[in-house]
């Protein structure tokens, strides 16, 4: 157990819809990462925050938006959804930055399914 | 910008010793991490390397050359359940890049 968790574990939807995925870092880490894993692909990065502020964004689509609230959990936000959005969703938390060396601890993911 | 390159997929035999590779091009360089990950789960950390040279940790070691942009992942006494995807990645800024993994199958 990595000590990040994210909600929900499985999620079907339909297509044009809006979900939030929902994540809690490790006790004492200040950064959030996003990633998107579709089938047998790799890890894409999505968008990072460290303490509340947007710190780097990857490859995120305008439909996708997330947050790092005070308490530092951290929300995805995936609207008008389409059949390619299906994928696997990561969060990872990290003391400081990956800049830095600090290793990222990942959460189960939550798997999207657009039908 | 970073670029990463692994082996797509390799295959050993239980009790044996693979070695994966890793080359990276970075405009900056500061260290390499690799995680494993089974299918269908959450990337877990092996490593990190910052300086030249070999890291061992039980069965995994990592080695780094900076000079040449490499990095391997040893693996010794190869067990069923070290069959996964191993994944290399480094730093930009504040964020991971990871490479698309090398998908090891072992076998009995």
């Known amino acids: 157990d990595s000590g990040v968790t994210q909600t929900p574990k499985h999620l079907i939807t339909a297509t044009g819809q809006r979900v939030t995925l929902r994540c809690s870092p490790r006790?004492?880490?200040?950064?959030v990462y996003w990633y998107q894993q579709s089938l047998d692909q790799g890890l894409q990065f999505l968008i990072q925050?460290?303490?509340?502020?947007?710190?780097a964004k990857g490859n995120i689509l305008e439909r996708f938006s997330a947050q790092q609230f005070p308490d530092l959990h951290s929300e995805l936000n995936l609207s008008s959804l389409e059949l390619g959005d299906s994928a696997l969703y990561f969060c990872?938390?990290?003391?400081?930055?990956?800049?830095?060396?600090?290793?990222?601890?990942f959460g189960p993911g939550t798997r999207l399914t657009v039908t | 910008g970073q670029n990463i390159d692994q082996p797509t997929e390799m295959t050993a035999t239980e009790g044996a010793i693979v070695q994966i590779n890793c080359t990276y091009q970075t405009s900056g360089f500061n260290g390499l991490f690799w995680y494993q990950q089974h299918a269908g789960e959450a990337p877990t950390f092996l490593s990190y390397?910052?300086?030249?040279g070999l890291e061992e940790k039980g069965r995994f070691s990592s080695f780094l050359s900076r000079s040449k942009g490499y990095s391997y992942l040893l693996l010794k006494e190869l067990q069923m359940k070290d069959s996964a995807s191993y994944l290399c990645a480094v730093p930009q800024a504040d964020k991971l890049i990871f490479g698309t993994g090398t998908r090891l199958q072992v076998f009995p």
């Open positions: 990872a938390s990290s003391r400081g930055t990956s800049g830095s060396g600090d290793e990222q601890y």
């Open positions: 925050y460290y303490n509340g502020e947007e710190r």
């Open positions: 006790s004492g880490d200040l950064s």
């Open positions: 390397n910052v300086l030249d």
